[in-house]
């Protein structure tokens, strides 16, 4: 039978891990379900090492070597079956699946939106909501005395998405209340994560309830999109760049990758970045030294808070390195890729031909081998002053390669600009009553990481 041929006779079958995981990719689907595949995968490298056979055809690997061989550039690996089931509305996919020349134009088009240039642009927008942003946290803190940090780092970031990925905000903070795109957003993300554990059933899942959520995030997006073509490149935003030529192949966005590629930049852009500040400010509530040194280093910085400055704060850039070290914002799944038909050969081990691999952030970023006392909170050691050992090479939070996180430098901004103003105007602690040690775990690996409720007092200075 096909469970016999899996189990003992398949190209994968050396490889260890769970029984059930080697006859059917519904193990994964049962854990992926309840949010926990980091953390079990996790445990799996401990029982059983760097290779871990998670599906049929599929291999988890937590080695440090795999990292270029997998992502780098020049691999033959290419973007796996997880992204064959990212389904929105008319069944068009939101992550493409492909090959690296066909994605090659349209990353130079994204490069071009996320240069050094480009970012300069665009941090007017981001103080502006920043200041939206500090003024809130105020109101509520005089209201309700309790705020959520989690929230409203989700209003800021997604009023910055809605501003440079739709031509305007989407003005939650002034509100106070989350749109109706937001809510859809977390139960979509969580229902589509089960259809990229098992892409073929991807069809199947159209025809449940839940399904209705793609089509209503499309219909969103759509008309998101239709209300900024009108401003054409008059804007100094993301859609502008969209808007514009491929300056190699003089290929351009249709319409409908125009809606399929901004909804993008705002579910990616906006959720993993409100979590990572959500996390940066619980571990430092949570380490009150750190957070001392910190409010130090911000407190005596004779300037304008600015990103040209914040990015030069060490012990700031320090501590947000080591917030995304601990838990990286985005979900497992993305890093899958697929082996060349001769497969592929890591740190004297051969991976066969068309099986699936990753490299979890989460599990290699904990690895002992690759970072002292890996599940402890400590910035220093991004300054060289922390435990050995440290390799940055294990580091893979924004993903490695060609297909690496185009919005990096701009997530920093955000992150940099807005924790250094939060820790200049409030003091923070956590609220009476919230136990600290249930935020890592209330963290669930979804499409991306979804964020935990973190209530705290705040105090100003």
Known sequence: SISIYRRFFHRC??????FWASLTKFWALFTVRGGE?????????????????VGPREIDICNVEAIPTIYGLGTKCIKGPWYEGTLMGGHERFLQNEKPDAHMWKRRIWDAGFNSKSIREYEP????????????LEHVRKEKGVV????YFSFFTWDIMGDLGFGESFHMLKSGTQNNAMTIVQGFAQFNALICTIPWCATLFAWLPKAKLAEDLFTFAKERVKERLPLGKSRADIFTHLLAEDRV???????????????LTVLIGSDTTSSSLATICYYLIAHPEKYDKLKTEIHTFDGALTHINTAKLPYLNAVIREALRLLPPIGSGMMHRETPPEGIDVDGTHIPGNTTVGVGAFEIQRDPRYYGQPDDFIPERWLGEGPEPFDRNAFMVFSYGPYSCVGKHLAYLELCDVIAAVVKAFDMEFAPGYDPSTYETSIKDSVISTRAYLPVILTPR
């Open 13 to 18: 079958s050396k490889f260890p891990g769970p």
């Open 37 to 53: 595949y980091h953390r079990t995968v996790r445990r799996l490298h401990q029982k059983h090492g760097d290779f871990v056979r």
């Open 125 to 136: 927008h981001v103080l502006r909501i920043k200041d939206d942003l500090l003024d809130q």
């Open 148 to 151: 959520d940090l989690g929230l």
């Open 249 to 263: 192949s003089k290929k351009k966005y249709n319409n409908l990758e125009l809606i399929l590629e901004t909804f």
